[in-house]
């Protein structure tokens, strides 16, 4: 019996292994950013997914069953998951977004509004994933990634689709939702910095 669980954690771990976040342009072209210094970052959560239910549909049924085990830990958990973009998703992918930048001399930040250009990253969709020791599944996000002139907020300059963004602890201790989550925005900080590297040389 043992054997099979580990088995079929083994598969699981091959089966998100396999997941390959691509980045897919949708529409107008990457704006000359060669010799920017600053990008302005800005998050937009607005009509998010959790899985397959809308977030407010999901918060509810997760502060309903979690308060059902025990008095105030649904509403706990409610305030964890709102402060955690914040705390967590947003900075994990500054981090590594401007760890690559690093090597074209540009630094992204939230609020530069003197920058000319901004990249709005819109999450459409987040899977927490699981890890229940034997068993494990990685977080999953997909994003849209805007970007415009700062000025002109109302004109889409490029957008991108990133998708199968996986997101979880090399180490296999990730068994909060909120770090597997914060480890997806930190994939697609490294992945979208090499995008923009690779196509402004």
Not at 83 to 91: A, G, S
Not at 177 to 189: D, P, V
Request: charged share 30%; net charge positive; with cysteine.
């Amino acid at each position: 019996m043992k054997i099979r669980i580990l088995l079929l954690a083994c598969l699981i771990a091959v089966a998100s292994a396999m997941y390959g976040q691509k980045i897919k342009q949708l529409s107008g072209n990457l704006p000359p950013l060669k010799g920017e210094k600053t990008l302005n970052l800005q998050y937009d959560y607005e009509g998010l997914h959790v899985g397959e239910m809308q977030e407010g549909d999901y918060i509810k049924k997760k502060v309903t069953e979690y308060n059902s085990k025990e008095a105030g830990k649904g509403d706990k958990w409610k305030e964890n998951w709102s402060n955690d973009r914040k705390t967590r998703y947003q900075p994990k992918f500054e981090e590594l977004f401007n760890k690559y930048l690093e090597e074209i001399g540009m630094v992204a930040k939230e609020g530069a509004t003197d920058a000319r250009y901004t990249v709005i990253i819109k999450t459409v969709m987040i899977e927490p994933g699981f890890n229940v020791g034997v068993m494990r599944r990685p977080a999953r996000i997909e994003v849209e990634m805007i970007i415009i002139e700062t000025n002109k907020p109302e004109a889409k300059i490029a957008e991108y689709s990133v998708v199968n963004i996986p997101g979880s602890d090399v180490m296999g201790y990730d068994f909060d939702s909120g770090l597997r989550i914060s480890e997806a925005y930190a994939k697609l900080g490294k992945e979208f910095a090499k995008y923009i590297i690779k196509n402004i040389k």
